[in-house]
C-alpha cells in the first residue's frame, strides 16, 4: 500500500553533481590533510628538539661533577681513555712455578699426563670378563644364536666365586672357545 502521492526514491547516483560542489569538496579534503600533518610534524620537531636539549643538559650535569674524569676521559678527543684499574680479584698468594722439563717445551702442549696403570685382575675374573665380553658380542649380533649359551652364562656367573679358580678358567676357557666359534660363522658378522 504505497502512497502514490510519495516521491520516489532519488539515489545519490543518479542525481548530476555541479561543478561548482565537485570544486568545493575537492579543497575540503587538501586541507583536512594539511589540518592533520602539519600538526604532527610541528609535534616531531619539538619532541626531537626537547630531547637534545634534554641530553645536553645532562651532559652539562655531568661535566659539572667531573664526569669525564670519572668515565676515564682525559681532554684529548672524546675517543682516547686513560688505563682503568682492574677489577680482578688477585689471590693474596701466588702458587709456586712448576718445574718444566726439556720435553714439555719442545712439544708447547703443557704437561704431559700419564695413563692410569693396567688394573691386574686375579685369572678367574680375567677369563669371566672375556666370556662375557664375547657373549655380549654375539648378543649383540644375533640374539637367537646367543640364546643357547644364556643358560650355561648365567650359571657360570652363580659359579665364579664358589668354583675352585682352576677348574673355571678352564670351563671359561672352554666356553670363550665355543662363543669364538660362533662368532666366526657368516650368518654372525
Known amino acids: 500500500m504505497a502512497n502514490p502521492a510519495a516521491k520516489p526514491p532519488v539515489s545519490p547516483a543518479s542525481v548530476p553533481a555541479s561543478p561548482a560542489a ?16 602539519i600538526p604532527v610534524i610541528v609535534a616531531v620537531v619539538g619532541v626531537a628538539v626537547w630531547l637534545e636539549k634534554k641530553r645536553s643538559d645532562l651532559e652539562e650535569a655531568q661535566q659539572g661533577q667531573g664526569g669525564e674524569e670519572r668515565l676515564g676521559v682525559i681532554g684529548g678527543p672524546s675517543g682516547m681513555t686513560r688505563e682503568r684499574k682492574s677489577r680482578e680479584l688477585k689471590p693474596k698468594e701466588e702458587p709456586a712455578p712448576v718445574p718444566v722439563s726439556d720435553e714439555d717445551e719442545l712439544s708447547g702442549l703443557g704437561k704431559k699426563k700419564k695413563p692410569p696403570p693396567a688394573k691386574v685382575y686375579p685369572p678367574a675374573e680375567r677369563a669371566w670378563r672375556a666370556v662375557k665380553a664375547d657373549f655380549d658380542k654375539l ?4 640374539e637367537t644364536t646367543a640364546r643357547k649359551y644364556r643358560i650355561r652364562i648365567l650359571a657360570m656367573e652363580d659359579r665364579k666365586d664358589t ?27
Open 22 to 37: 565537485a570544486g568545493a569538496t575537492a579543497p575540503k579534503k587538501k586541507s583536512s590533510a594539511a589540518y592533520i600533518l
Open 139 to 142: 648378543e649383540a649380533r644375533n
Open 163 to 189: 668354583t675352585p679358580e682352576a677348574a673355571f678358567v678352564k670351563e671359561a676357557g672352554a666356553l670363550e672357545d665355543a662363543l669364538k666359534a660362533e662368532l666366526a660363522k657368516p650368518e654372525n658378522q
